[in-house]
């Protein structure tokens, strides 16, 4: 069974980082892009970053982009985002979702068919 | 800020069909497929429609997805209680360079 487990959420102030974990199970990590997405508690998704298999291909928000770093483990399974600089409204869910085209060199146009159940980043002073 | 808008509500009685719309523009829907998910009440999100109309296995028939120009649509027939919950529809924006979601409807089975 394919599982994502997320990990490193918690609460920090404004200007502080924090690095989020994902670990992967159950299918060959290497052969697909990874991405994550955040989700305030009872408002809508936002794609914040995607990595494609080869961490050649790698793309952001807007809205994070400059601040927040995705990266990739192949060897060790694990897809990883580095947030820098947080801001109050970076406070979410974030989940980690695998993209479900088997090696795509572009993360342009995925569809994730497997998801984390998340870990919560609050960003307060 | 989502670029993506669907209706914020939809509902029906059980058996009935429901439609849900998504519109985008030329940048995002109108150059590349749609993906539908559903999110179950604290659940993480579920794919549930691929490339437009194409369904991953283990979702039944009666969900579909179709597309026209810079809309999509998801329709539920045979409503159950079982599918009430959040659906959004996402797309990448060659624009944005980057995958852009609906702001999501809620499906209410009364």
């Known amino acids: 069974e394919e599982q994502l487990v997320e990990s490193g959420g918690g609460m920090v102030q404004p200007g502080r980082s924090l690095r989020l974990s994902c670990a992967a199970s159950g299918f060959t990590f290497d052969d697909y892009a990874m991405h994550w997405v955040r989700q305030v508690p009872g408002k809508g998704l936002e794609w914040v970053s995607g990595?494609?298999?080869?961490?050649?291909?790698?793309a952001y928000a807007d809205s994070v982009k400059g601040r927040f770093t995705i990266s990739r483990d192949n060897a060790e399974n694990a897809l990883y985002l580095l947030m820098n600089n947080l801001k109050t409204e970076d406070t979410a869910l974030y989940y980690c979702?695998?993209?479900?085209?088997?090696?795509?060199?572009?993360?342009?146009?995925?569809?994730?068919?497997?998801w984390g159940q998340g870990t919560l980043v609050t960003v307060s002073s | 800020q989502s670029v993506l808008t669907q209706p914020p509500s939809a509902s029906g009685t059980p058996g009935q069909r429901v439609t849900i719309s998504c519109s985008g523009s030329s940048s995002n829907i109108g150059s590349n497929t749609v993906t539908w998910y559903q999110q179950l009440p604290g659940a993480a999100p579920k794919l549930l429609i691929y490339s437009n109309n194409q369904r991953p296995s283990g979702v039944p028939d009666r969900f579909s997805g179709s597309k026209s120009g810079t809309s999509a649509s998801l329709a539920i027939s045979g409503l159950q209680s079982e599918d009430e919950a959040d659906f959004y529809c996402?797309?990448?924006?060659?624009?944005?360079?980057?995958?852009?979601f609906g702001t999501g409807t809620k499906v209410t089975v009364l």
């Open positions: 996402a797309a990448w924006d060659d624009s944005l360079n980057g995958s852009v």
């Open positions: 979702a695998k993209d479900f085209r088997w090696r795509r060199l572009a993360v342009a146009g995925g569809s994730f068919d497997t």
């Open positions: 990595i494609s298999w080869n961490s050649g291909s790698i």
